[in-house]
């Protein structure tokens, strides 16, 4: 591992990452840093626990989507260990998926038959919540190293910082774009009903309550139509 010149690779895509305009490229470019900076990396994704239900992003090949679901389908595997894990593990890497039947006896050939080889997991983490884990995929067991899994620890440590600042800023703009249609939407009530704005307002949030609707999506119909849904 050539330790200077990843040095210089990980400033520049630290760099980039902060310059990404929505959380979609961030996780992107996180996958495709991670597929062409840690030695022995075929392909990376992230996947991310909402209850009991996968989701994955960013992959780079279609094999990160399908070990995903696997996990899924099963209830087993080493993202599902690095996001449930009671002892801290942050960090799984498996040499050969051959040899891990026992731990996840479902799991493993399947995804041996997929063609994986070996992998690494990577939990996404800062101090106030974790994310979901950083997955990176080799065809060939052994394919990573001591050195390949602080390379990736160093890329998921700044991943999650990245991670944890685009989803910061897609939830503000999208809580201004929220405000925003529903104020036009309340204008528009007001307009067409002769309605104050505290009774327009009121009009939106009882049928938003009322029929189990969100209240952006009640003011956005209203906004294409003059009325609620």
């Not at 305009?21 to 992230?46: N, R």
């Not at 087993?76 to 449930?84: E, W």
């Not at 067991?141 to 600042?165: C, D, I, K, Y």
Request: proline share 3%.
């Amino acid at each position: 591992m050539e330790w200077d010149r990843f040095a210089e690779q990980m400033a520049s895509m630290a760099r980039d990452l902060l310059a990404q305009e929505t959380l979609e490229a961030t996780l992107a470019h996180i996958t495709v840093a991670a597929a062409e900076l840690v030695q022995g990396c075929d392909a990376a994704g992230i996947l991310v626990l909402h209850g009991t239900t996968v989701q994955t992003l960013a992959p780079t090949d279609r094999l990160v989507e399908d070990s995903d679901r696997l996990q899924q389908e099963l209830r087993q595997g080493p993202s599902f260990d690095a996001t449930h894990s009671a002892s801290g593990e942050r960090v799984v890497r498996i040499a050969d998926l051959t040899s891990t039947r026992q731990r996840w006896p479902d799991y493993a050939p399947k995804a041996h038959a997929l063609g994986v080889g070996s992998m690494m997991g990577f939990l996404l983490f800062t101090e106030d919540e974790d994310f979901g884990a950083l997955n990176l995929y080799s065809h060939k067991p052994g394919a990573f190293t001591e050195a390949s899994e602080l390379a990736g620890w160093l890329l998921a440590s700044h991943a999650a910082v990245a991670f944890s600042s685009a989803r910061t800023h897609a939830q503000m703009e999208q809580a201004v774009a929220t405000r925003h249609v529903i104020g036009e939407a309340t204008g528009i009530l007001m307009g067409t009903r002769h309605l104050t704005e505290e009774q327009a307002f009121d009009v939106l949030r009882r049928y938003s309550q009322e029929n189990n609707i969100k209240l952006r999506e009640v003011a956005r119909q209203v906004c294409e139509h003059g009325r609620p849904p």
